[in-house]
């Protein structure tokens, strides 16, 4: 029965994921990010697109080069044509487009600025979906298209039901933690946290539309003592009672649909645009692919590497698999490289132990790392988007 359990549940994880935009927004904190990379003239990035927002914000930076790789080519389209709006779009009408979620002009100016700029698959993908960027009507956005945008819709009907919608909208623009607090534990929690609503969380199915595989719950439930509804109870109280919501764009999104000019990702903001616009966007390249493949035909090394979750999908099922992509890591990393990663587990235990080979001999991945434990959790305590366990940041000390 559990083989048979577990070949359905990747079965539907394998199905949203190799079959839709899964992440129409990126889910990780790039404030964070930014800090503990210090980046410089002299950096050249790659990470996992997810949504491109992050890709964006890392090039405020002004490293050499971001590469920007994922398996998806939805989620590389998305990227593209925020690019491509970056160059042929003033500020005011790319905000309406990635800002409010859409406009009836993107009918229009899809052919005429954004298509030629696109990749021939890009291309085909947007073709097919010009009306995700419609908005035909002053509620829909973009920002409810997509799996995850799939699951904010299907969470805030459930809001609504519960009573607790404009509750959950009075949080996100209270004046203090204070004003927070007494909403949460007040009118929220007891009508929000019911029975019926932790086990539509438990399912495979709500679990892949956010984009959680089996072994990232499995790996999230061993290492923190719940299971993984209790874990998401305790990431909304704390995003509702322990963080300033006041700039907290990640969850203020998909409870409104759209960003405001004052709450919203840094390449939103009209300053960061124009230079994006003057060059620096210009300095991503958007690759499609597992991430080992693309370090193995790189012929140059890297300094910053930034992994996202994906080790957690990777440890359980297909460790042969993660034992490669770190040693292409290896194989690319400069002297002194830092790499990011996070984990739905509060500990990582399947990193370290990995072989790969230095210099012509065999050794474990965690002799050639030293890690900045320190510093990686005070910055995940300040994490506004506060869904994973653990945030880890290491540096290559070989």
């Not at 799939?150 to 204070?178: H, Q």
């Not at 399947?350 to 474990?364: A, E, T």
């Amino acid at each position: 029965m559990n083989a048979l359990a577990n070949w359905t549940t990747e079965r539907i994880f394998s199905y949203v994921h190799g079959n839709h935009l899964v992440y129409n927004t990126c889910w990780e904190d790039p404030r964070l990010d930014r800090e503990v990379m210090e980046l410089g003239p002299d950096d050249e990035v790659v990470l996992i697109t997810s949504a491109g927002c992050n890709a964006l914000d890392y090039a405020l930076d002004g490293p050499r080069k971001i590469h920007s790789v994922d398996m998806n080519f939805r989620q590389n389209a998305l990227l593209e044509l925020k690019l491509a709006g970056i160059r042929h779009l003033d500020h005011e009408q790319f905000f309406s487009v990635f800002g409010e979620g859409g406009t009836p002009a993107f009918r229009e100016w899809y052919p005429q600025r954004l298509r030629r700029d696109l990749s021939p698959v890009s291309r085909a993908y947007w073709d097919r979906r010009i009306h995700f960027f419609n908005r035909p009507t002053p509620a829909s956005s973009f920002y409810h298209r997509g799996t995850t945008g799939l699951f904010a819709r299907c969470m805030i009907r459930y809001f609504k039901m519960a009573g607790v919608f404009p509750d959950m909208l009075r949080i996100f623009t209270a004046g203090s933690l204070e004003e927070q607090r007494e909403l949460y534990y007040s009118k929220v929690r007891a009508r929000f946290w019911r029975p019926a609503v932790k086990r539509a969380l438990r399912t495979d199915i709500a679990l892949s539309l956010l984009g959680v595989p089996a072994a990232q719950k499995e790996h999230l439930e061993r290492t923190c003592g719940q299971d993984v509804a209790d874990f998401m109870e305790d990431c909304v109280e704390a995003v509702c009672t322990r963080l300033p919501a006041t700039d907290n764009y990640f969850w203020r999104l998909y409870l409104f649909g759209r960003y405001s000019h004052e709450c919203c990702p840094g390449y939103l903001k009209a300053d960061s645009f124009e230079r994006l616009k003057a060059g620096l966007a210009d300095r991503i390249e958007v690759h499609t692919g597992d991430l080992t493949s693309f370090l193995r035909s790189h012929t140059g090394g890297l300094s910053r590497f930034v992994l996202l979750d994906h080790m957690d999908w990777l440890s359980h099922r297909h460790p042969e698999a993660l034992a490669q992509e770190w040693q292409a890591i290896v194989d690319r990393a400069r002297r002194g490289a830092r790499i990011l990663w996070r984990s739905g587990g509060f500990t990582v235990d399947f990193v370290d132990p990995l072989q790969v080979r230095w210099n012509g001999d065999s050794c474990r991945v965690g002799e050639l790392l030293r890690y900045d434990r320190e510093r990686a959790d005070a910055c995940h305590q300040r994490d506004r988007v506060h869904t994973y366990g653990s945030f880890h940041v290491a540096h290559f000390a070989a």
